[in-house]
């Protein structure tokens, strides 16, 4: 099942639906794989073509259908980034699937550090999120702040922030609602807040953001505007 195989454009046969069903039962239950990424999302492109869609062949493999999407995200990879999941430089799903969320011309940054050892899943999760709350920061300056955090064992939350905002009543407006004693740090630069906090005060946001319905960077961006005051 190893190897290249053809990519005819019109619908595959049952002969070659079967071989890219065994292909995917035998390389998407297990941490060991023999093929690649990028040759798992080749076998999913054929399935789907076969079957008819990703749900049908999510019944057939025995996976949930957003766990063979995330598999799929390769072909979203840029040329350079999916030949380092080619040559298995980079071969976690997580990790392929979260570079599929940034921009072209900045996976390939974050993708080599990941294939040199410099930054892993947890860091290239740490860079998307960062990334989406600083769309406007250079991608070398989010992998550098992503860095400097990695030891902090506590919860770190980026989040937009107005010009020129006062870092004190941030200060004060986050502490009515998560406790002034957790909150280890907050910086802001570049119209980007950067929270600290401990472990209550990461529990307490969790607890408070479910009980507003929010994500817990909604719910830091409404307290910093000022809108959110505990209940």
């Not at 799929?72 to 976690?92: F, G, H, W």
Request: glycine letters at 8%; proline letters at 4%; one cysteine or more.
């Amino acid at each position: 099942m190893g190897g290249s195989h053809s990519r005819d454009p019109g619908k595959p046969g049952q002969r070659e639906v079967a071989e890219a069903l065994g292909a995917l039962i035998a390389n998407t239950k297990r941490v060991r794989r023999k093929l690649s990424l990028v040759e798992v999302a080749q076998w999913i492109d054929t399935a789907c073509r076969g079957l008819g869609g990703l749900r049908a062949v999510a019944e057939r493999v025995g996976l949930s259908k957003e766990m063979l999407r995330q598999f799929a995200t390769v072909n979203a990879l840029s040329p350079k980034v999916k030949k380092l999941v080619a040559e298995r430089k980079i071969d976690r799903v997580d990790v392929a699937h979260r570079l599929s969320k940034l921009p072209p011309l900045e996976q390939y940054q974050v993708a080599r550090l990941v294939a040199a050892g410099d930054l892993d899943s947890d860091d290239v999760r740490a860079v998307v999120t960062l990334r989406r709350s600083a769309p406007d920061i250079d991608i070398r300056q989010v992998i550098d702040r992503v860095r400097s955090s990695r030891n902090i064992r506590e919860y770190v939350a980026y989040f937009p922030v107005p010009p020129a905002s006062n870092v004190q009543l941030l200060r004060s407006r986050i502490a009515r609602v998560l406790g002034k004693d957790n909150i280890r740090s907050l910086t802001v630069q570049e119209a980007l807040g950067t929270l600290v906090l401990t472990a209550e005060g990461s529990k307490r946001l969790a607890e408070t953001a479910r009980g507003h319905g929010l994500t817990k960077r909604k719910l830091i961006g409404k307290i910093a505007d000022g809108e959110q005051s505990r209940k």
